[in-house]
């Protein structure tokens, strides 16, 4: 089938909510993504951030198929096996006390904390997002986002949501009324363009919430399970959130979200309060297992702080030699290039160089390899990223 054959049947049959780039791939290892044709693409970007091992981890391919064949799925008024012992990791690498709740996307988790926040506030409270914010496309998740362009067209969205500049506490200070119940905030914007916060927002946040008795989200779908070098971004910041949004990275590819939630917090939703028929099965929960395992086994967290290092000192040399880039940005494995100039033309030339990247916000340029790209891999993409500045702007 060619690439044409294989784009018109999207053409013909499926709902056209989505920008593509005319390529198309059957087959990926590691970091590699193959055309049709064979043809080897590196992947600096695989599967939007949840791709943390790559393509096809062989470990996680055999989890999965020996999963398969034993136990898909079974309904959460049953037991099985691997939903408590995820649950379990995920609360030891985070709150240590807590508990956690089964989804199957990002939205969902978001989702999820807002349930949560109004039957804590018994319907009553409003939140508090940030601007230029993501949180998922879902009508609530939506309404959180702090974007225009997204909820263009498409309300009425929820009442009661306003918006702070990220990182500005007093900003925060001046949006927070008595009516509010929750904050939610991404530790390190990811799609708003990889906005980090300074050294004190989270802190001077989290006091905020305690003084108040507000509760304190971490959307972390994009930023946990590794992706900055720590199990979740927050701790690098030594600030804990009460309930934290994963997804993303969680599944290794495989479709599953949650919401963690701190011990405080845990009796909140009773049964009956909230659902999902697929959250937590069998399959994504070995998924979820095996990626936790194959990250401690290969000592991916302090790799990723290592290499994530040398990437920032070579594009910090970039950034001297290009004009083009404004500012560089991130931290680990989670890399922002802005650009004084729509970043499209370095997108396409790194696609004619079969080099896959991502671009936000029109001008910046978004790096998410996989946590375990071989480092000479890793150094030979950035190469050919070089190259595409020259062609394009040298
Ligand atoms: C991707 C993302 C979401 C939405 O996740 P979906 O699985 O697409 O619903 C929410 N928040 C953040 C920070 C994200 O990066």
Redesign the pocket.
């Known amino acids: 089938m060619k690439d044409s054959k294989i784009i018109n049947l999207y053409k013909n049959f499926v709902l056209p909510v989505y920008k593509r780039s005319p390529y198309a791939f059957v087959k990926g290892r590691g970091s590699i993504l193959y055309s049709q044709e064979g043809q080897p693409y590196i992947d600096l970007f695989p599967g939007?951030?949840t791709g943390i091992l790559g393509h096809a981890h062989p470990l996680l391919a055999k989890r999965i198929c020996s999963q398969a064949r034993t136990l898909i799925h079974i309904p959460n008024n049953l037991y099985h096996p691997w939903q408590g012992e995820l649950a379990k990791k995920i609360i030891e690498k985070s709150f240590r006390r807590g508990k956690v709740f089964f989804c199957n996307?990002?939205?969902?988790a978001?989702e999820a904390s807002l349930k949560l926040i109004r039957a804590y506030s018994q319907g009553k409270g409003s939140i508090l997002s940030m601007k230029n914010s993501?949180?998922?496309?879902?009508v609530g998740?939506l309404s959180l986002t702090g974007q225009k362009k997204y909820q263009q067209g498409l309300g009425p969205l929820l009442r009661g949501v306003q918006y702070a500049r990220f990182s500005d506490i007093e900003d925060v200070k001046k949006k927070i009324t008595p009516r509010t119940k929750g904050i939610i905030v991404?530790v390190i914007q990811?799609?708003g363009g990889v906005n980090m916060p300074s050294p004190d927002f989270l802190r001077e946040l989290r006091a905020l919430c305690n003084t108040k008795g507000i509760v304190l989200v971490f959307?972390?779908?994009?930023?946990g399970i590794g992706r900055t070098g720590r199990w979740f971004a927050y701790q690098n910041y030594g600030v804990e959130p009460d309930l934290l949004?994963l997804?993303?990275g969680l599944g290794g590819g495989f479709p599953i979200?949650c919401l963690v939630v701190k011990d405080r917090f845990k009796d909140i939703l009773k049964p009956g309060m909230h659902a999902s028929t697929f959250g937590g099965s069998p399959l994504a929960c070995v998924c979820g297992l095996e990626v936790f395992k194959i990250i401690e086994r290969e000592k991916l967290l302090s790799r990723v702080r290592r290499l994530g290092s040398r990437i920032f000192s070579l594009l910090e040399m970039w950034r001297k030699t290009f004009r083009v880039i404004k500012n560089v940005r991130g931290v680990g494995f989670m890399i922002g290039i802005e650009l004084k100039d729509e970043g499209y033309k370095l997108i396409e030339e790194a696609f004619r160089r079969k080099l896959i990247i991502n671009c936000t916000q029109a001008r910046i340029l978004r790096i998410m390899p996989a946590l375990n790209i071989p480092e000479n891999l890793l150094f030979r993409a950035l190469g050919i990223l070089e190259e595409c500045f020259k062609k394009v702007y040298g």
Do not use: N
């Open positions: 939007w951030g996307s990002g939205a969902e978001v993501f949180h998922g496309r879902t998740a991404e990811g799609e959307d972390e779908i994009q930023t949004c997804s993303k979200g």
